[in-house]
DNA sequence: AAGAGGCCCTGATAGC
DNA sequence: TGCTATCAGGGCCTCT
């Protein structure tokens, strides 16, 4: 699921509730992760008090005041529940795919805080949960991934050194995060149609002008859906307020069969596969 | 070495 | 209704 603009809204709504607080506990039900959680994290995160809460690409990282590092992925699935007195469950961005409703199955991990407690679920089990130990760590870790689209660093001029020596096709290099990171198989979608390049073109084709407009629409479309609160795919019609909107504003993804938005276009929306990933785009807006 | 595809997993939905 | 097949927002690993 989540990319970078939903984990940025759950980076907010997280950062609210615990930055500064301490873990009290933490009880791991389910270790099976994407990766395996390591033996000892629960023995390493208790009595940490949390200095900050911040967001790297598709990342969650909470820093400690001893120097560690949670690292949190979400996967495909994965979802933080805050929950109160025991039972009581409050709405709010962190249950950010669920409407607020904590889930019966698949509670895996539950961080417990004094009052309150963080619950992480995850169907798939995609997701991972892993501690890096101190400051070295966590450069090392992260250095593998290029800069965020949002990034002042992310221009045009970077952009076009990479690109006029890659041979994969547009689509596949902005779900690469080794260069890009945070762009994931929906906002992909949507650059490029904003771009009006096919996705299927060979990135070392595109001429001066069509990078610039991904290097554009690129910031353009991850701001407007942090603006928007990301997009939520389920049970969006129980998400009231804060809740993300921008799935109502997808100009191709998930639009199969539908009439391009483009103004005057007669064309409608397509669904093509590209490295077994669902593309969206439209024939007509999206030829070159 | 770079790039494409398989695979990890469960649940929702479509089609018969 | 109830089966089966397909697909889903990610990213690591393997093979070529």
């Known amino acids: 699921m989540p990319e970078l603009p939903e984990v940025e809204i759950v980076k907010q709504s997280l950062e609210k509730r615990v930055k500064f607080k301490k873990i009290e506990k933490v009880l791991i039900k ?14 390493l995160l208790k009595n940490q008090k949390i200095i900050n809460i911040f ?5 969650l990282i909470i820093q400690f005041l001893n120097n560690q590092y949670l690292i949190i992925h979400l ?3 994965g979802t933080l ?13 962190l249950s950010f795919y669920k409407s607020g409703i ?7 991990i539950e961080i417990i805080f004094s009052g309150f407690k963080i619950i992480y679920n995850d169907p798939r089990r995609f997701g991972f949960f892993i501690i890096l130990s101190n400051k070295k760590d966590f450069i090392r870790y992260f250095n593998k991934f290029g800069p965020e689209p949002i990034d002042k660093s992310f221009t045009k001029a970077y952009l076009s050194k990479i690109l006029k020596s890659k041979n994969t096709c547009v689509k596949s290099f902005l779900l690469n995060q080794k260069f890009v ?17 096919n996705p299927r073109k060979l990135c070392k084709y595109l001429s001066g002008t069509e990078v610039g407009k991904i290097a554009k629409y690129s910031k353009v479309v991850l701001n407007k859906a942090i603006k928007k609160g990301g997009s939520s795919i389920k049970n969006f019609k129980n998400i009231k307020g804060k809740d993300g909107s921008f799935q109502n504003e997808f100009k191709v993804y998930n639009r199969e069969n539908k009439p391009c938005l483009t103004f005057n276009c007669k064309e409608n929306i397509k669904k093509i596969t590209i490295s077994n990933r669902s593309t969206f785009l439209c024939f007509s807006c999206q030829k070159k």
């Open 81 to 93: 529940h805050l929950v109160k007195n025991n039972k009581k469950i409050r709405r709010t961005n």
């Open 55 to 59: 967001r790297k690409s598709k990342y």
């Open 75 to 77: 996967g495909m699935s």
């Open 102 to 108: 904590l889930p019966e199955k698949h509670n895996h």
């Open 181 to 197: 990171s945070g762009i994931g198989n929906i906002y992909a979608n949507e650059i490029l149609f904003y771009s009006k390049i």
């Open 30 to 43: 389910n270790r099976n992760l994407r990766f395996k959680i390591q033996n000892n994290m629960e023995n």
